[in-house]
């Protein structure tokens, strides 16, 4: 099931449910890049321009392959003439690739440049290089937060430099931390809020050694063997270098600038979900309806009153069913912890309660000692540490999904489907037998969920191709990248066809999915299922309290509705009650809603609920968003009954 790099959507993570440690070295919008390219029509000479090769997915760009003599870990710490060398031969392919491909999708150039303007400030040499790559940058910038924030700190770095003539001294840092305030100072709060508090916990959190044990545990193993490394990983080396020498270094000034205008501004954006949730009592004669959650498992024990049963003498799992890591059937509600996994399982949420706290630069006493834990971590010690944390993060996500979908309907009845998703920082990886087999298991979970008489399914998680040739790579599998991208395609070829096939074989269920974490377009990153197309099958992005956007949220043709999927609270395992943010907490959100329409009305068909939830949702000014109004739902369901 989507397990090998790839699963559940939550707290936070920008990929797919990339590791854990991933969530703390992902840098907040105020990065984020864009790129106008013009390209004259005619060569010198007379000669015609070649064509651009048009691109309609991620699987339609090239693979690269890098030869490395040394280890990924060693590189970003390496003399410059060592990375320089290998620097050059990363950007004349993405030169290559911006001039002979036609792509439209605005991530996709984001990354691309972005990963250029890093090289570039990398380089030392090329800050007027760097400050016109900055100036390109707004034209694909979508969300309103990040082209505000776009390329903010760049013209800071540069303007530093530009005045001290040094790119590291007290002097330089001071200057730096005057530009980065002053570029911060006008910027309109309710906006940017937000993603700058985001940006904080980022400075905060990181530290080279941090970054240094994540691509020696992640990287350096199948690179060992291969002696080689692919454009994507190449991407990850470039950015790690660029963190551990031009990003960290300037944490102190940041920090302080960043500390001074977020204490200016103590005011909480508004809250518009209290006023628009519903909650369904005895006097609204409901009919029961049964909610799947299908994800890591749940703790049931948690929800006495609200819990399907089946009593037939047969049932195993009388609540539901699950698989394995190996896609054969297994047994429980939640996966099978070891004594020592347990004993770790409370630091894990407290670890967990304290970065919910950083985001929103609360000093609680969890986010500092989140905070000393961090800083403390020896790189060897990183895999472990964030491992475990991995595991306990996947543990934790479909109790709070859970919890989500059955808030305030007491009708209705909780069925688990439990996935085994890989924690693991190398995962398994997947093959054509297991790809079969696991397409043959999402028809065996919806053959389960019509067999007893499910309505509404939540599914916040997704995978894509890439995350397949991750996984391959992670595992030294294939050749070069060129192979691996065959390889991945003819496997996610199958998973996808089981899935859409098992999805489409029930038209009487309404399926709900997560938009995905990768402030990308899930129909360019073939994300399944957010981008399949079906009439039953209902996406959700996510937004914050206020119903903005959020930094991370994916979007797409499919993305219909957006729900609260920022700090929201709900339950772990164990009772704990914990705010988390992405896109598998708008999901449930939606699912909740969908829920209470059926049990008010269960003749409803999943195309009248999808109506009835799109028909309440309000659509903001800029057409980006149409955040879900349960209360306008409800009144529009009344109105017609």
């Keep these: 099931m989507l397990q090998r790099g790839q699963g559940p959507y939550g707290s936070d993570e920008q990929r797919a449910f990339v590791p854990l440690s991933s969530l703390l070295i992902r840098l907040a919008t105020i990065s984020t890049l864009t790129l106008t390219i013009t390209i004259a029509a005619v060569l010198p000479g007379g000669a015609q321009v070649p064509a651009k090769k048009t691109v309609a997915s991620a699987a339609d760009l090239p693979r690269f392959t890098y030869p490395l003599a040394i280890a990924p870990s060693v590189l970003i710490q ?140 992640t990287i350096d193993p199948a690179a060992a063997q291969s002696h080689s490394v692919s454009g994507e990983t190449a991407a990850t080396i470039i950015r790690m270098r660029y963190y551990v020498n031009i990003f960290l270094p300037q944490r102190v000034p940041a920090v302080a600038a960043l500390s001074a205008l977020i204490a200016q501004h103590t005011v909480q954006k508004p809250d518009i979900w209290t006023a628009r949730e519903v909650t369904l009592g005895a006097a609204d004669k409901l009919t029961p309806v049964r909610i799947a959650v299908w994800d890591s498992g749940s703790d049931v024990t948690l929800f006495p009153k609200q819990l399907y049963t089946d009593l037939a003498p047969a049932a195993a799992d009388p609540h539901g069913l699950a698989f394995d890591l190996l896609g054969f059937k297994t047994h429980g509600d939640l996966y099978p912890l070891t004594p020592e996994q347990r004993a770790s399982y409370p630091a894990a949420v407290k670890f967990l309660a304290g970065y919910s706290d950083l985001q929103e630069s609360i000093d609680s006493p969890a986010a500092a000692e989140m905070k000393q834990q961090v800083a403390a971590l020896a790189p060897a010690a990183v895999t472990p540490y964030f491992q475990n944390l991995n595991l306990m993060s996947i543990y934790s996500h479909g109790t709070h999904v859970a919890g989500i979908a059955l808030r305030g309907n007491p009708a209705a009845r909780l069925v688990v489907a439990r996935v085994t998703f890989d924690y693991r920082s190398i995962p398994l990886p997947l093959t054509e037998e297991l790809a079969r087999r696991e397409a043959g298991n999402y028809q065996k979970y919806v053959d389960y969920f019509r067999a007893h008489h499910v309505r509404v399914v939540n599914m916040s998680w997704g995978g894509t191709p890439a995350g397949i040739e991750d996984g391959l790579e992670k595992n030294n599998l294939g050749k070069d990248a060129g192979e691996r991208k065959a390889m ?154």
């Design 488 to 641: 991945a395609a003819n496997l996610f070829a199958i998973e996808r066809a089981g899935m859409y096939a098992a999805l489409k074989s029930a038209p009487e269920i309404l399926f709900v999915c997560a938009a995905g974490n990768g402030d990308s377009n899930n129909g360019f990153e073939q994300v399944i299922p957010a981008s399949l197309e079906l009439p039953n099958l209902l996406v959700a992005g996510a937004v914050d309290q206020a119903g903005d956007e959020t930094s991370f949220t994916s979007y797409g043709k499919t993305v219909l509705v957006d729900a609260d999927g920022y700090q929201v609270e709900s339950y772990v395992p164990g009772g704990t009650r914990l705010r988390l943010s992405g896109t598998s907490m708008a999901a449930p959100n939606v699912a909740n809603l969908a829920g209470k329409l059926i049990a008010l009305k269960p003749a409803l068909t999943p195309v009248q609920t999808i109506a009835l939830i799109r028909a309440g949702a309000t659509t903001t000014s800029d057409g980006r968003r149409h955040n879900i109004d349960p209360k306008r739902s409800v009144a529009l369901l009344r109105q017609r009954r």
């Design 78 to 217: 390496s003399d410059a003439p060592v990375f320089d060398a290998f620097a050059a031969k990363v950007l004349t392919d993405i030169d290559g690739v911006l001039a002979g491909y036609d792509i439209e999708d605005h991530a996709t150039l984001r990354g691309l440049l972005e990963e250029q303007l890093e090289l570039q400030l990398l380089s030392g040499t090329e800050d007027a290089a760097a400050l016109s790559t900055a100036d390109q940058m707004r034209a694909l910038v979508d969300k309103p937060d990040a082209k505000l924030l776009s390329g903010l700190s760049v013209r800071a770095t540069v303007a530093a430099r530009t005045q001290t003539h040094a790119t590291a001294g007290d002097a330089y840092l001071a200057a730096f931390g005057a530009h980065f305030s002053a570029a911060l100072a006008p910027l309109p709060w309710p906006v940017v809020g937000s993603a700058l508090k985001e940006l904080k916990t980022t400075y905060e959190l990181l530290t080279p050694a941090l970054l240094v044990g994540q691509v020696a545990g």
